[in-house]
Each structure stands twice: as structure tokens, then as C-alpha cells.
């Protein structure tokens, strides 16, 4: 039934391409072809980086984006149209330069723990990509959770890993107020996509401690399990990863996210 009803919506939509639509009304405006109304949401354009933007080939004039990384570090962020010859900003300015994220800077609702580098995983030279650590601890006595259960899916260990692990860790462990759990249901700065860092990643922000601040010298708890009882923790006051027993309760937690 449920394959019916999309096909028969997508036939309805194709069948009235021509025909003017309405969104939320029912009387669409006689001079609109698309007339959305609402006064609880807003129109959400296509949302892009500058990278990404530059690839649009042959832009048709009005053609209107969002572009997530122009701007400066207080203003992150910029609606752009194509005039036909040129990219403006809804002024019909300039656009903004693309924001190039600095280690230590508050951007994106934490602080740049760490940017890529050529031979890391998501590595782009024309668009940085990288790890946003959450300001201050999340947690100063959490557990790895499940000690005797090894969990499918959370030994990821190199950058780029650390979401799916947590997602695992979440779905395979019921116990709460697990290292992963509190990243996991993290809403910080307007974001929720906090999750707990794999090994690598948390070893990449180690260097960069002073810059992004707030870290004890003390063990940090990571998503990479090594086997049913044993985890990562990376140790910040030297010298790096070791292993700790998930059940125990004297890890660290700090949240972060990609950008």
C-alpha cells in the first residue's frame, strides 16, 4: 500500500508539472507558479558549501543557494543568487569569501579541534573539512558501557569513525549514561550531532588540547572497543591511547562533531 501511494503521488506531481502549486494553500496567487504559504516555516534553499557551489554548471539567472562556509568566523554563512553573469549576495553584492577554519576557534557550535590533512579520510584541498569539540566535558565519571559484551560495529578506530561507532555503541548497549549515550543525546550550541571520538580522532585533537581548552589532565573515554571487556581511552596527561575496562567508571567524556 505503501508503494502505491508514492507512485500514485509521483504521477499526480509529473501530471501537473504545468499547473500552478500551491504549498499550505489551496489558492495559489493567479501570478505565481509555486506559492507557498506558512507563518510557522520559511523556505529552506539548497544548502552547499562554496566547493560545492562552484560546481554548478551553466547556473540559470535567479538560481538562489545557501552557502554554509562563506564568511568570517561571526558570520558563517550567506544566501547567494546568480544574476546571469555573476554570483551576489542578496543585495546584489559580493559574496563572501569562503571562512577557513582556524585550531582553537569557536565555529559551528564548538571549538576546531582538529581540520584534515592530505591523507585523512574526507580530505579536501578546496574544502576543509575537519572535528568540532564541544567547549568543556560532557561527563567526569561515565563508563564505556556493557563490560562482557562485544558490540558489532564499534571498534572503528581511524578518523571518520567515531559517529557510526557511537551509533552502535547506542544501539547495541541498553544501559544509560554510557560515554557514547551522553554524546549521543547531546543538544549544544543548536546542534545534535555530537557523538563520542573514535581513537584517532581524539588522538588528532590531543595535540591541539591547549588551543581548544577546558580538557583535565586525565583519561578520555573513546568509541573504539578493542574486545568484550576492553576500550580506548587517550590520556591527556601523557603518554596517549591505552586500554581501560568499559566498566570503569573514572573516563572523561567530550563530545564532538565533523564539519
Same mark, same amino acid.
Given at each position: 500500500?505503501?508503494?502505491?501511494?508514492? +507512485?500514485?503521488?509521483?504521477?499526480?506531481?509529473? $501530471?501537473?508539472?504545468?499547473?500552478?502549486?500551491?504549498?499550505?494553500?489551496?489558492?495559489? !496567487?493567479?501570478?505565481?507558479?509555486?506559492?507557498?504559504? @506558512?507563518?510557522?516555516?520559511?523556505?529552506?534553499?539548497?544548502?552547499?558549501?562554496?566547493?560545492?557551489?562552484?560546481?554548478?554548471?551553466?547556473?540559470?539567472?535567479?538560481?538562489?543557494?545557501?552557502?554554509?562556509?562563506? %564568511?568570517?568566523?561571526?558570520?558563517?554563512?550567506?544566501?547567494?543568487? +546568480?544574476?546571469?553573469?555573476?554570483?551576489?549576495?542578496?543585495? %546584489? &553584492?559580493? *559574496?563572501?569569501?569562503?571562512?577557513? /577554519?582556524?585550531?582553537?576557534?569557536?565555529?559551528? $557550535?564548538?571549538?576546531?579541534?582538529?581540520?584534515?590533512?592530505?591523507?585523512? /579520510?574526507?580530505?579536501?584541498?578546496?574544502? /576543509?573539512?575537519?572535528?568540532?569539540?564541544?567547549?568543556?566535558?560532557? @561527563?567526569?565519571?561515565?563508563?564505556?558501557?556493557?563490560? $562482557?559484551?562485544?558490540?558489532?560495529?564499534?571498534?572503528?578506530?581511524?578518523?571518520?569513525?567515531?559517529?557510526?561507532?557511537?551509533?552502535?555503541?547506542?544501539? %547495541?548497549?541498553? !544501559?544509560?549514561?554510557?560515554?557514547?549515550?551522553?554524546?549521543?543525546?547531546?543538544?549544544?550550541?543548536?546542534?545534535?550531532?555530537?557523538?563520542?571520538?573514535?581513537?584517532?580522532?581524539?588522538?588528532?585533537?590531543? /595535540?591541539?588540547?591547549?588551543?581548544?581548552?577546558?580538557?583535565?589532565?586525565? +583519561?578520555?573515554?573513546?568509541? @573504539?572497543?578493542?574486545?568484550?571487556?576492553?576500550?580506548?581511552?587517550?590520556?591527556?596527561? &601523557?603518554?596517549?591511547? *591505552?586500554? +581501560?575496562?568499559?566498566?570503569?567508571?573514572? %573516563?572523561?567524556?567530550? !563530545?564532538?562533531?565533523?564539519?
Amino acid at each position: 500500500m505503501k508503494i502505491l501511494t508514492c +507512485f500514485l503521488t509521483t504521477v499526480i506531481i509529473y $501530471g501537473n508539472i504545468h499547473a500552478q502549486v500551491g504549498v499550505g494553500t489551496n489558492s495559489p !496567487a493567479t501570478s505565481a507558479q509555486l506559492d507557498i504559504t @506558512s507563518t510557522t516555516k520559511g523556505f529552506l534553499p539548497p544548502r552547499m558549501t562554496n566547493a560545492q557551489r562552484a560546481k554548478i554548471q551553466n547556473p540559470a539567472a535567479g538560481l538562489l543557494i545557501y552557502c554554509t562556509n562563506c %564568511g568570517t568566523v561571526d558570520s558563517v554563512g550567506e544566501w547567494q543568487g +546568480f544574476n546571469g553573469k555573476a554570483w551576489t549576495n542578496m543585495n %546584489g &553584492g559580493s *559574496i563572501k569569501s569562503p571562512f577557513v /577554519p582556524a585550531i582553537g576557534s569557536f565555529y559551528l $557550535g564548538g571549538k576546531v579541534g582538529y581540520i584534515l590533512q592530505p591523507g585523512d /579520510p574526507g580530505y579536501d584541498a578546496t574544502d /576543509p573539512h575537519g572535528l568540532i569539540v564541544a567547549p568543556a566535558d560532557q @561527563s567526569t565519571g561515565a563508563t564505556w558501557g556493557c563490560s $562482557g559484551t562485544a558490540l558489532a560495529g564499534a571498534d572503528g578506530i581511524v578518523i571518520g569513525t567515531g559517529n557510526q561507532n557511537t551509533i552502535d555503541i547506542v544501539a %547495541g548497549c541498553p !544501559a544509560e549514561l554510557t560515554a557514547a549515550k551522553i554524546c549521543s543525546n547531546l543538544v549544544l550550541n543548536g546542534y545534535s550531532d555530537w557523538y563520542l571520538p573514535s581513537k584517532d580522532e581524539l588522538g588528532k585533537i590531543f /595535540p591541539n588540547r591547549a588551543a581548544v581548552g577546558g580538557f583535565d589532565l586525565d +583519561f578520555y573515554w573513546t568509541s @573504539s572497543e578493542i574486545s568484550a571487556t576492553q576500550a580506548w581511552v587517550v590520556d591527556f596527561f &601523557g603518554p596517549g591511547p *591505552i586500554t +581501560f575496562n568499559k566498566s570503569y567508571t573514572v %573516563g572523561l567524556v567530550r !563530545a564532538i562533531r565533523s564539519f
